[in-house]
């Protein structure tokens, strides 16, 4: 089993920064692709970023893309999205989500039916 812990949401100021951290436990983070997707009330869970087990391949929304930056620590078990020149429009609740490693021939994944496990989340807020 594999526990995430969403942490570093809070209220910001548009054109404004953050860094969510998400924080794995178990001894195989190094295996696990990893993403970060958002929600808000009313809406489907959306695709913001996600990244390889290595950390050398990264994709994102076109939404968040130049903006946002995703990237692991596989030392310190601890997956990061660094936010910046935030919108109001990124107001949402963001969660982190990891995908046990399978040989499927993708090393990317985009879509909520292919993660494992998923934080319980934090909320990120841009006042404008």
């Known amino acids: 089993q594999v526990q995430l812990v969403e942490s570093g949401g809070g209220l910001v100021q548009a054109g404004g920064s953050l860094r969510l951290s998400c924080a794995a436990s178990?001894?195989?983070?190094?295996?696990?692709?990893m993403g970060w997707f958002r929600q808000t009330p009313g809406k489907e869970r959306e695709f913001v970023a996600a990244i390889k087990w290595s950390g050398t391949s990264t994709y994102y929304a076109e939404s968040v893309k130049g903006r946002f930056t995703i990237s692991r620590d596989n030392a310190k078990n601890t997956a990061y999205l660094q936010m910046n020149s935030l919108k109001p429009e990124d107001t949402a609740v963001y969660y982190c989500?990891?995908?046990?490693?399978?040989?499927?021939?993708?090393?990317?994944?985009?879509?909520?039916?292919?993660?494992?496990?998923w934080g319980q989340g934090t909320q990120v807020t841009v006042s404008s």
């Open positions: 178990g001894r195989t983070f190094s295996t696990y692709a």
């Open positions: 989500a990891a995908r046990i490693l399978t040989y499927s021939g993708r090393v990317i994944y985009t879509d909520t039916n292919e993660y494992d496990y």
